[in-house]
């Protein structure tokens, strides 16, 4: 079957870094995504990466290894905002976009 | 501006009764899709249409159906087959998924079995 794993949650000091880490195991791959929703809204799209390495996008960078089937989404310069739940998701063909539960990231004074 | 509609934001179903949720988009995108979120957990795929008059089924697909005679809608019917209804429902376009084109995502509707 397929999966993709992810910290349930993470707590991290405003002003720090925090990694979120996903591992997955999908009958196809394309990229990697990454995605933030707040509470009782839709998700947004933060970044992809189809290619091993680091993808930089202003405070927010996405990382892929696909021999290890992983990825990671780094977030600096932590803000309150930044509280919500962040998912990744594994494009699995031109069609389907599989999404992990979600790391609900709590970002503390 | 362009984006994706969906309508009602909130909605009560009775036992035994279907219902419809409304996905509208004017983006012009090809692909439309339906997810189901459980408080707490990731988005599960329920149907996905790439073309008018075409669609497929996703991972958790029963009790649920869904029509694309316009480009620009997408509605997902609930029925009472569905035994566990209450969620949130996010309708979804885009392009091309394995591009790495931004998919966006509507508002989303919460659907409770009263």
């Known amino acids: 079957g397929q999966s993709l794993e992810q910290p349930s949650e993470v707590t991290a000091v405003e002003g720090a870094i925090v990694q979120i880490n996903c591992t997955y195991q999908t009958s196809g791959f394309y990229g990697l995504s990454w995605y933030q929703q707040h509470d009782g809204g839709a998700p947004t799209f933060l970044s992809y990466?189809?290619?091993?390495g680091l993808e930089e996008t202003g405070r927010f960078s996405s990382f892929l290894s696909r021999s290890d089937s992983y990825g990671y989404l780094l977030l600096q310069e932590l803000q309150m905002k930044d509280s919500a739940s962040y998912f990744c998701?594994?494009?699995?063909?031109?069609?389907?976009?599989?999404f992990g539960t979600g790391t609900r990231l709590t970002v503390i004074p | 501006d362009g984006g994706i509609t969906q309508s009602p934001k909130y909605l009560f179903r009775k036992e035994g009764q279907n219902v419809t949720l409304s996905c509208e988009q004017n983006?012009?995108?090809?692909?439309m899709y339906w997810y189901r979120q459980d408080p707490g957990q990731g988005l599960r795929l329920i149907y996905y249409?790439?073309?008018?008059?075409?669609?497929q089924k996703g991972d958790i697909a029963e009790g649920y159906s869904v029509s694309r005679e316009k480009k620009e809608s997408f509605p997902l019917t609930v029925t009472s087959a569905q035994k566990n209804p209450t969620a949130f429902y996010l309708c979804a376009s885009i392009v091309d998924i394995s591009s790495g084109n931004t998919i966006y995502f509507g508002e989303g509707s919460w659907l409770t079995v009263v």
């Open positions: 990466n189809a290619l091993d």
């Open positions: 983006l012009n995108h090809d692909a």
């Open positions: 249409s790439q073309i008018v008059n075409d669609f």
């Open positions: 998701a594994v494009a699995t063909g031109a069609n389907n976009l599989f």
